[in-house]
């Protein structure tokens, strides 16, 4: 694979989680990140163990089919280890990161990764949508919805939240994460994540979701959401919740 010359989010949060599908570029960009915001590495863990609870909850309700927007490396306790009886298709717009990932799991027949944006299901290969979640549409499926809402303005975020509601069965799960206030205070590493990056308080996440409606245990820190131990000491970068689509 031909070494990129540009640092990727994705891989970047893979150098953050001790995984190995990363290039200098990108620990090079890591680390000019900490330098600026310094606790990654723990924020990036507590995340990704929230995804962790989230996918064995939805599991728990029966879906065996998830569809990953914005999935990134698909290793380091992503959808398909955490629910290995289930079917994963891990979707990305950054075309090395999809090599990547098709990469990782050309071995595998139940996780793919294809060309997907998140604003537009569309994009999909259905052929790929099909034979990786096979239930789209009729029956109960599991969305992962990490690490975007960040980067679409809210009226592009209702809009795609809702055309995925459409979209997916009823009994349908939706993972999804908020970007809080944190960074506001630490304006070298705000300047770093973009104009495109939107942070927003807490009080802004559960109108956002539209019609999902999320489980008794709300849209929290990702930390104390199920939390099985008690939640460590790491700032409160992100929320996070499950949401069920309903019968309408």
Same mark, same amino acid.
């Given at each position: 694979?031909?070494?990129?010359?540009?640092?990727?989010?994705?891989?970047?949060?893979?150098?953050?989680?001790?995984?190995?599908?990363?290039?200098?570029?990108?620990?090079?960009?890591?680390?000019?990140?900490?330098?600026?915001?310094?606790?990654?590495?723990?924020?990036?863990?507590?995340?990704?163990?929230?995804?962790?609870?989230?996918?064995?909850?939805?599991?728990?309700?029966?879906?065996?089919?998830?569809? =990953?927007? *914005?999935? !990134?490396?698909?290793? &380091? #306790?992503? $959808?398909?280890?955490?629910?290995?009886?289930?079917?994963?298709?891990? %979707?990305?717009?950054?075309?090395?990161?999809?090599?990547?990932?098709?990469?990782?799991?050309?071995?595998?027949?139940?996780?793919?990764?294809?060309?997907?944006?998140?604003?537009?299901?569309?994009?999909?290969?259905?052929?790929?949508?099909?034979?990786? =979640?096979? *239930?789209? !549409?009729?029956?109960? &499926? #599991?969305? $992962?919805?990490?690490?975007?809402?960040?980067?679409?303005?809210?009226? %592009?975020?209702?809009?795609?939240?809702?055309?995925?509601?459409?979209?997916?069965?009823?009994?349908?799960?939706?993972?999804?994460?908020?970007?809080?206030?944190?960074?506001?205070?630490?304006?070298?590493?705000?300047?770093?994540?973009?104009?495109?990056?939107?942070?927003?308080?807490?009080?802004?996440?559960?109108?956002?979701?539209?019609?999902?409606?999320?489980?008794?245990?709300?849209?929290?820190?990702?930390?104390?959401?199920?939390?099985?131990?008690?939640?460590?000491?790491?700032?409160?970068?992100?929320?996070?919740?499950?949401?069920?689509?309903?019968?309408?």
């Amino acid at each position: 694979m031909v070494e990129p010359d540009q640092p990727s989010t994705a891989r970047m949060i893979d150098f953050w989680l001790g995984g190995e599908h990363h290039f200098p570029v990108d620990v090079a960009a890591a680390r000019a990140f900490e330098q600026a915001y310094g606790p990654c590495v723990p924020i990036f863990r507590e995340l990704r163990a929230f995804l962790g609870r989230a996918v064995r909850a939805i599991a728990a309700r029966g879906v065996d089919g998830f569809l =990953v927007f *914005g999935a !990134g490396v698909p290793t &380091v #306790g992503n $959808v398909h280890e955490i629910a290995p009886e289930a079917t994963v298709l891990y %979707t990305e717009v950054d075309p090395v990161t999809i090599r990547l990932g098709q990469r990782i799991l050309a071995g595998s027949d139940r996780a793919g990764y294809a060309y997907g944006d998140a604003t537009d299901i569309g994009t999909i290969d259905p052929a790929q949508l099909h034979r990786f =979640v096979p *239930g789209w !549409g009729r029956r109960p &499926v #599991g969305v $992962v919805f990490l690490g975007l809402a960040a980067f679409l303005d809210d009226e %592009t975020l209702t809009r795609t939240l809702d055309e995925l509601y459409t979209a997916a069965a009823p009994g349908s799960c939706l993972a999804v994460d908020f970007d809080t206030e944190e960074l506001a205070g630490n304006p070298e590493a705000l300047a770093m994540m973009g104009p495109a990056f939107r942070m927003r308080s807490p009080a802004a996440f559960r109108p956002l979701l539209g019609r999902w409606t999320p489980t008794e245990d709300g849209v929290v820190a990702v930390t104390h959401w199920r939390s099985e131990v008690t939640p460590p000491a790491v700032p409160d970068a992100f929320h996070g919740g499950v949401a069920v689509r309903g019968d309408d």
